[in-house]
């Protein structure tokens, strides 16, 4: 079979969370899937992270999104003879003859209420999307959590939508003392940190996260400053602003931060606190939206809507060094329950119609 893909978003210039997500899947496709042929429509910089014979790029230059979508795209299946053609977003080729399959990640921008504001965008957004939806062959979602909210917002027949959890990149594993030493200096943690890495949305609570550093006890927030990465800042006292973090520096901070903590009020799947758990690092999330069933019993979970209880939480870790190594060996372990090999299994077993729910 000839499977299209849409990777405009693997580009050596930028890596963006959909980027990763195809770039694990295609790492795993080309480990276990030498029969299927995939053609990567992207950019001239495109850069899927992995090689195989089985692996073919067509290159074009950036133009606008609907161009791309609804021109190039459909054109481009007929002249490379796509039989099925996989979208990592909500939308697809609507005009593409071929079978099509598309992503939802999250349906924050439904659920959570400070994007309900934005209502005429919503309007256009459930419609468009519900259109795609009825045109997709298969529509998979990254959780469990997700394929309940699609079916909140959209009659999507059960037999169509299927689970795929994600993976973290399997780069992501415990550093040694030198390459967490060298992190640490580059970033100017010279004491010990909290870590979080989340970007600057709403919905990511990095701010109840920071009154929560806040209201430690003094003779705490002295001993461990918080750090935090992936676009998030906050001017506070004791707060390391560390914006973008290559994976390979990002991999020694996880290993060398004394606690992972994840605020956020909504996720689709919630990466982070899996590369952390990857990484060795102990780990304490909000129990929002997918968070428990992404994480199991491998952490330690509060509500994120109170700041006392992040603080609690923060301080039972960080006061209990059995706790600490308890919550990094099964940490260690729920990471390996992701991976790309089975993130692409399960994608194989989606497009050949094995896949059940």
């Given at each position: ?16 969370g959909i980027g990763r997500f195809l770039t694990n899947l295609l790492c795993g496709l080309t480990k276990i899937d030498a029969i299927n042929e995939y053609i990567l429509f992207g950019y001239p910089d495109l850069e899927p992270g992995c090689d ?15 161009l791309w979508d609804q021109f190039y795209l459909p054109s481009a299946v007929r002249k490379y003879k796509i039989d099925l053609f996989f979208s990592p977003y909500s939308k697809i080729p609507f005009f593409a003859d071929c079978g099509l399959i ?32 009825k045109r997709a062959e298969k529509i998979i979602c990254v959780s469990e959590f997700t394929k309940l909210e699609l079916a909140k917002y959209f009659d999507a027949p059960p037999e169509k939508t299927a689970v795929m959890p994600e993976s973290p ?189």
């Amino acid at each position: 079979m000839r499977i299209g893909v849409d990777a405009r978003e693997l580009r050596r210039s930028r890596m963006t969370g959909i980027g990763r997500f195809l770039t694990n899947l295609l790492c795993g496709l080309t480990k276990i899937d030498a029969i299927n042929e995939y053609i990567l429509f992207g950019y001239p910089d495109l850069e899927p992270g992995c090689d195989a014979k089985n692996l073919t790029r067509v290159l074009r230059s950036e133009t606008s999104t609907v161009l791309w979508d609804q021109f190039y795209l459909p054109s481009a299946v007929r002249k490379y003879k796509i039989d099925l053609f996989f979208s990592p977003y909500s939308k697809i080729p609507f005009f593409a003859d071929c079978g099509l399959i598309l992503t939802h990640h999250d349906f924050t921008f439904f659920s959570y209420p400070e994007y309900k504001k934005r209502f005429l965008y919503n309007l256009y957004l459930k419609a468009a999307m519900g259109v795609f939806n009825k045109r997709a062959e298969k529509i998979i979602c990254v959780s469990e959590f997700t394929k309940l909210e699609l079916a909140k917002y959209f009659d999507a027949p059960p037999e169509k939508t299927a689970v795929m959890p994600e993976s973290p990149w399997p780069g992501f594993s415990p550093r040694g003392a030198d390459l967490v030493d060298r992190a640490r200096k580059k970033y100017s943690l010279d004491k010990p940190y909290l870590l979080c890495m989340g970007n600057a949305n709403p919905h990511k609570n990095i701010n109840g996260l920071v009154s929560a550093y806040e209201a430690l006890p003094l003779s705490v927030k002295e001993k461990y400053s918080l750090a935090l990465g992936g676009g998030a800042q906050s001017a506070a006292a004791g707060v390391k602003n560390l914006r973008y973090v290559p994976d390979d520096e990002l991999a020694a901070l996880y290993s060398g931060a004394e606690l992972f903590v994840f605020p956020s009020f909504w996720e689709g799947f919630g990466l982070p606190p899996l590369e952390a758990m990857a990484c060795g690092c102990p780990v304490i999330s909000s129990n929002a939206s997918c968070m428990p069933e992404v994480l199991g019993g491998a952490c330690l979970y509060f509500d994120p809507y109170k700041t006392e209880e992040i603080s609690a939480k923060i301080l039972e870790v960080l006061g209990n060094p059995g706790l600490r190594e308890e919550l990094r060996r099964k940490g260690l372990e729920r990471a390996k329950s992701y991976t790309p090999e089975k993130m692409a299994a399960r994608f194989l077993e989606i497009v050949t119609g094995k896949a059940k729910g």
